[in-house]
C-alpha cells in the first residue's frame, strides 16, 4: 500500500502516540498486577513475515507476547508446524508439535521438526503460557515456504539471455544551455518469454527466478509481484540470490505465458564512479524454475531454456545512474500473454559467464512506500518546469501525459536549486541522471520507470505541449521493505523535523545495500557510514534482515589476511577500509546481536571478527601502535579540525578488540574471551603511553580525539576527566559548536552524556547556526546532508565533487535523542531487561519515544508544565522487566496511577537519588506525576 507523504509522516509521528494510547486503554480495564492473560502475535520466521522460498534447513520463529496486564511473562510454549492449513486447523502438528516447552524465550526458536524438504510450505502457530499457568488461545496462522535446497533443485533450468547485437538509441540532444553529456552507449533491456499449456488447474504454484542483473517476471499479462530491482546486488563471482512468488492465482488450464524484463542493473551496468560498466559481466541473464503442483499429485516444471525467445520492446534504456527511457510507440501490447504471435523473436543464447552459487535471498526486497504530490510548479526557464516533491528522497516518478505521436518528455532530477530556480546537477557528477518518455500519441498516458531510481526532491519535465498540472508528476519514494520501528516526536518543530530528515535519508539509502547517496554515481555500500550509523538505524527500522543480507556481502569483501574493504560489495573503491571503515566488520554483527538477540548471525560472523582483528594485531607494531603506511580516511568532513590518523588507528583497533571480547564471551569462547580483552587492555596502554600527554592533552587535541578515548573507554581517573574538561572547552571555544566528522559526531553526543554533560550535548543538539544539525533545516534541508556546509549562505554550494544532500552519517544522533531525551536502552541483548531513563531537556517540554523492539513496543512520553509539575508515561513490553528512573526535583512528590509511588501496583523501588527515584517493574503501562509537596 502506498501513502501520501502527509499520511506517511503522520504515521511515524503518531505510531508512539497509537501504541501508547491501545496500552492505555487496555491498562485502564485492568489495573491490578498480573491482569490480562499473553496473546502470542507478530510471528515471524528467519525475522520475515510469511517469507516465500527460504533455504534454511532449520528456520528459526519468533514472536511477540502482548498483554493489557502488568508484570505479565511467557513462562512456556508450543509451537505446531503443519504442511497445509487444515491440519494446522485441526491442532496437529505433523511437522513439528514442540509440545509444552517451559521458557520464557521468545525469538529464534528453531525449528526442530521432521527435515523440511525443497517447496515444503509450513503453516505455523504458537500457545503460550502466562506467569500464572494460564494458556492463551492459538495465535493467528503463519506461513513459510522452504525454496530450492540444493544445485539439482534448478532442475533443467538454464541461464538465459540475448547477445545478439541490438539497435542503441542515440543520446538525446541536450537541453539548450546545458553542458552536453557524453556519449553514452546504453543496450536496452531484454524482454524474455515462453508459453506452456496445462490440461487441468493446478493446486499450487511457485515461481524461483534470479538473474545476473535485474528483472521483473511476469505471468499470463501481469507482472509478478511488486517488488523492484530483484535479485539484490551481491559479488556475483561468490553468490546470487532468488526470490520466491506464490503464483497460484496466476496460473490455469490451457495456454499460459511466462516472461521477463532483464535489465543491466548492478551485473553489468553503470555502478560507482568513474563512468564505468560491467564489472561483473557483458551478458546478463535469467533464470527461473516455474513448479506446478496439480491436484492428482503430478507436478510439472516450467524452466528457462532453449524453448525461450528474446526480443526487444518499449524499454530503450534502463540504467541505475543514468536513467530509464521509455517509447511507447513500440510497446508491445500482450507480450507477456499466452496469445501473443512470437514469431518474429530470436532465440536465447544459453550459458552464463559466472556460476555462482544461488542462494534465497534471506532481506527484505526493494518495494514502493510512499506517494509524493507536487508542491509547487516553476517554470524558472521557458518550457522547463520543475515540481517540487518537498521531500528529498529516493525512488522514482508517475508521469501522467498527453502528447503527439513521438512526442519526447524529459525528466530530470535534483535535490536542490539554483539561486535562479533551476535544478542544481553538478553535484551529480557524471551520472546522468535522465529518464525519457516518448509519447504514443493515443490519449491519457501513464508511466512508470521500473528499472531505475534516483535521489531528488525536484523533479524538471521539458518537451510538454502546455503547462502541466500538478497530476503530471507523482513521487514514488521506494526503499528495502525494512517495518518502520520508531518513531519521535516533542515540542521543539526543529527537531521533529531532525526525525524526519534521518528518517527520509535511511529510507533513501536502504536499498539492498547501505549505500551513502542515492543521486550521484556513486551508491556504495561504504562500511565506515554503516557502522557509525548502524544503532539508530535499528531504532528507526527492523533492520535484521536487512543486515543479515548486507553482512554476507561484506564478509565476502574481506581479504584473506583479515582486512575488510572500504565498501561492500566491493566494487570501484578498494578492498583496504582503513580504521573505523573496516572495522565495520567487527562493528555491525555485534550491534546486530545486541539489538535483536541474534546469536546464529554473531556466530556466523564470528569467524571473520577474529580475523580481522588478528589483522590489526599483525600489521601492527610490537608496541601495537600503527605501521609506517595505512590507509585512513580520518574523521572524514570534519570542520576545521584534523585528528591524526594513527589517533584514530589505535583508537578503533582497541574499540574493535573489546568488543570481540565481548562476543567471545556471549558466544561461550572461553579461551578468546580472557585472550582479547587482554589485548583490548594492552592496546589501551599503549594508547595512553603514546598519545596522551602528562597534562592528559590527547595528540591533535580535537574533539575527535577526546571524544574516541571517552566513548571507547581508553582513559581512566584523572586523565578521563581532563579529557572531558578539554573536550567541552574546544566546544565552548568554538562558540558551542561540534567540528567532529562522520566518525567523531558518530560517538560525540553519547560522550558528552557519559561525561555527565548534557547541558553541552543538548546545546548541540538545538543550534541552528554553523555547524549544526540545524543549520542545514533553518536552509530547507528535508534530509541529512553529506557535509556540514553543503551550502552556506556566504559561500553557496560546496565542491560539487562530493555533496550529497542525503547521506545519514550525521544522523547517527538519533541514537542519543532515543536513549536520552527518550531514556529508552536495552540493559542486554535483544531488550529482554530495558532501562528508561529520560534525561529533561530544559528547552523541551514533551517529548515521545517509540521503539517496537524485538520483543514489542516500548514507549516514553514525558511532559513538564511551567509550574515545574511533571508527568512521565512508560510502556514495557510483555515478558520484559524495565528499570525506570524516574526525575524527581527536591520539594516535590511522586506518584503513580493517583497513588503515591510506594503503593502503586507491578513496581519494586530500588532506592533514591538527589534527583530521581529508581524502581523496578513488570510489563505495563505506568505513569508517574511529580509535583510540589
Known amino acids: 500500500m502506498l501513502l501520501s507523504l502527509r499520511s506517511a509522516l503522520s504515521i511515524i509521528v503518531l505510531l508512539g502516540l497509537v501504541w501508547a494510547a491501545t496500552a492505555a486503554m487496555a491498562a485502564a480495564q485492568e489495573v491490578q498486577a498480573g491482569g490480562g ?62 509440545g509444552r516447552v517451559n521458557s520464557d524465550e521468545t525469538t529464534a526458536i528453531v525449528y526442530a521438526g521432521k527435515p523440511l524438504r525443497s517447496h515444503q510450505p509450513c503453516y505455523w502457530k504458537v500457545k503460550v503460557w502466562d506467569k500464572d499457568g494460564q494458556a492463551s488461545a492459538w495465535s493467528h496462522t503463519a506461513q513459510w515456504s522452504m525454496g530450492l535446497l540444493g544445485p539439482s533443485d534448478w532442475g533443467s533450468s538454464a541461464w538465459v539471455g540475448w547477445d545478439k547485437p541490438r539497435p542503441v538509441d542515440q543520446p538525446q540532444a541536450p537541453a539548450e544551455g546545458k553542458v552536453k553529456p557524453a556519449r553514452l552507449v546504453l543496450p536496452p533491456p531484454v524482454y524474455l518469454r515462453t508459453r506452456f499449456r496445462l490440461e487441468q488447474p493446478v493446486r499450487r504454484a511457485t515461481l524461483y527466478a534470479t538473474a545476473l542483473g535485474i528483472f521483473d517476471v511476469h505471468l499470463n499479462g501481469f507482472r509478478v509481484g511488486d517488488e523492484f530491482f530483484n535479485p539484490g546486488w551481491t559479488d556475483y563471482t561468490r553468490r546470487v540470490y532468488y526470490r520466491a512468488f506464490d503464483v497460484t492465482s496466476r496460473v490455469h488450464a490451457g495456454d499460459n505465458a511466462l516472461g521477463a524484463i532483464l535489465a543491466d542493473g548492478w551485473y553489468s551496468g553503470y555502478v560507482g564512479f568513474g563512468k564505468m560498466r560491467n564489472h561483473y559481466g557483458k551478458k546478463p541473464r535469467f533464470r527461473a524454475r516455474l513448479r506446478l503442483e496439480m491436484h492428482d499429485g503430478a507436478t510439472v516444471d516450467v524452466v528457462t531454456g532453449p524453448d525461450w525467445k528474446a526480443a526487444t520492446g518499449a524499454i530503450r534504456e534502463a540504467d541505475f545512474l543514468m536513467g530509464e527511457t521509455y517509447d511507447a510507440r513500440q510497446a508491445m501490447p500482450g507480450w507477456d500473454a499466452p496469445g501473443f504471435d512470437d514469431g518474429r523473436w530470436d532465440k536465447v543464447d544459453l550459458g552464463a559467464e559466472l556460476q555462482p552459487v544461488i542462494q534465497w535471498h534471506p532481506g527484505p526486497a526493494v518495494r514502493a512506500f510512499a506517494e509524493l504530490k507536487p508542491r509547487t510548479i516553476t517554470e524558472p526557464r521557458p518550457g522547463a518546469y520543475v515540481f517540487d516533491l518537498g521531500q528529498n528522497f529516493a525512488g522514482i516518478v508517475r508521469l501522467e501525459v498527453t502528447g503527439d505521436p513521438g512526442r519526447t518528455i524529459r525528466l530530470r532530477f535534483a535535490e536542490r536549486l539554483n539561486p535562479d530556480g533551476t535544478i542544481y546537477t553538478t553535484n551529480l557528477r557524471e551520472a546522468r541522471v535522465t529518464d525519457t518518455y516518448i509519447c504514443k500519441g493515443q490519449g491519457q498516458e501513464s508511466w512508470e520507470p521500473r528499472f531505475t531510481f534516483h535521489g531528488f526532491q525536484y523533479v524538471e519535465v521539458t518537451g510538454l505541449r502546455s503547462p502541466p498540472i500538478p497530476e503530471a508528476i507523482t513521487g514514488i519514494a521506494l526503499s528495502s521493505d525494512t517495518p518502520v520501528a520508531g518513531s519521535f516526536s516533542c515540542s521543539d518543530r526543529m527537531l521533529n523535523q531532525l526525525f524526519s530528515n534521518i528518517y527520509w535519508t535511511q529510507r533513501a539509502n536502504f536499498l539492498d545495500i547501505p549505500t551513502d547517496c542515492p543521486q550521484r554515481d556513486e551508491r556504495l555500500g561504504w562500511t565506515g557510514d554503516a557502522q557509525v550509523y548502524i544503532g539508530t538505524a535499528a531504532l528507526i527500522c527492523d533492520v535484521q534482515a536487512f543486515f543479515t543480507k548486507w553482512l554476507v556481502d561484506l564478509t565476502d569483501g574481506q581479504r584473506g589476511d583479515g582486512q575488510f574493504p572500504m565498501v561492500a560489495p566491493v566494487k570501484v573503491a578498494g578492498n583496504d577500509g582503513g580504521p573505523a571503515w573496516a572495522d565495520a566488520g567487527v562493528i555491525c554483527p555485534w550491534t546486530i546481536y545486541q539489538v535483536y538477540g541474534d546469536r546464529r548471525l554473531l556466530e556466523r560472523q564470528y569467524p571473520s571478527m577474529v580475523k580481522f582483528v588478528e589483522f590489526c594485531r599483525k600489521r601492527s607494531t610490537s608496541e601495537l601502535l600503527p605501521p609506517e603506511k595505512f590507509h585512513c580516511f580520518g574523521d572524514w568532513l570534519s570542520i576545521h579540525a584534523d585528528t591524526p590518523k594513527d589517533v584514530i588507528y589505535t583508537a578503533y583497533f582497541a574499540y574493535s578488540t573489546k568488543l570481540l571480547a565481548e562476543a567471545a564471551e556471549a558466544l561461550g569462547k572461553a579461551a578468546d574471551a580472557p585472550k582479547y580483552r587482554e589485548l583490548f587492555f594492552a592496546i589501551k596502554d599503549a594508547f595512553n603511553r603514546a598519545y596522551v600527554g602528562p597534562d592528559g592533552r590527547i595528540k591533535g587535541d580535537t574533539q575527535a580525539c577526546y571524544v574516541l578515548a571517552i566513548a571507547f573507554d581508553l582513559v581512566d581517573g584523572e586523565r578521563r576527566q581532563q579529557a572531558a574538561r578539554y573536550l567541552v572547552e574546544d566546544i565552548e571555544k568554538r562558540g558551542g559548536h561540534l567540528s567532529t566528522g562522520f566518525i567523531g559526531t558518530k560517538s560525540l553526543m553519547h560522550a558528552l552524556s557519559r561525561i555527565g554533560r548534557h547541558d553541552v550535548a543538548f546545546r548541540l543538539l538545538h543550534n541552528d547556526t554553523f555547524p549544526s544539525w540545524g543549520f542545514s533545516i533553518k536552509h530547507g534541508a528535508t534530509s541529512i546532508w553529506e557535509r556540514w556546509d553543503g551550502w552556506t549562505p556566504e559561500k553557496g554550494f560546496q565542491d560539487p565533487g562530493m555533496n550529497s544532500f542525503a547521506h545519514y552519517s550525521f544522523g547517527a544522533v538519533y541514537q542519543w535523542m532515543v536513549e ?14 530495558i532501562a528508561i531513563s529520560p534525561v529533561r531537556d530544559p528547552r523541551l517540554s514533551a517529548a515521545r519515544t517509540v521503539y517496537n523492539s524485538i520483543r514489542g513496543p516500548i514507549a516514553t512520553r514525558w511532559a513538564v508544565a511551567r509550574d515545574q509539575r511533571a508527568t512521565l508515561e512508560v510502556t514495557i513490553p510483555a515478558n520484559t522487566t524495565a528499570t525506570v528512573s524516574v526525575p524527581l526535583p527536591r520539594g516535590q512528590s511522586l506518584t503513580e496511577g493517583g497513588r503515591p509511588v510506594t503503593a502503586a501496583e507491578g513496581m519494586k523501588l530500588l532506592h533514591a537519588e538527589d534527583d530521581r527515584v529508581v524502581l523496578e517493574v513488570g510489563s505495563g503501562t505506568y505513569r508517574f506525576a511529580t509535583a510540589p509537596r
Open 37 to 98: 492473560r499473553l496473546t502470542p502475535s507478530r510471528l515471524r520466521c528467519e525475522y520475515r513475515t510469511d517469507p516465500l522460498g527460504v533455504d534454511v534447513t532449520s528456520p528459526r520463529l519468533s514472536w511477540i507476547v502482548e498483554s493489557p496486564g502488568r508484570g505479565q511473562k511467557q513462562t512456556a510454549y508450543q509451537v505446531l508446524v503443519a504442511g497445509d492449513p487444515a491440519a494446522l486447523g485441526r491442532d496437529q502438528g505433523d511437522l513439528w508439535d514442540s
Open 820 to 833: 536520552n531525551i527518550g531514556g529508552i536502552r536495552s540493559e542486554g541483548p535483544a531488550y529482554k531487561q
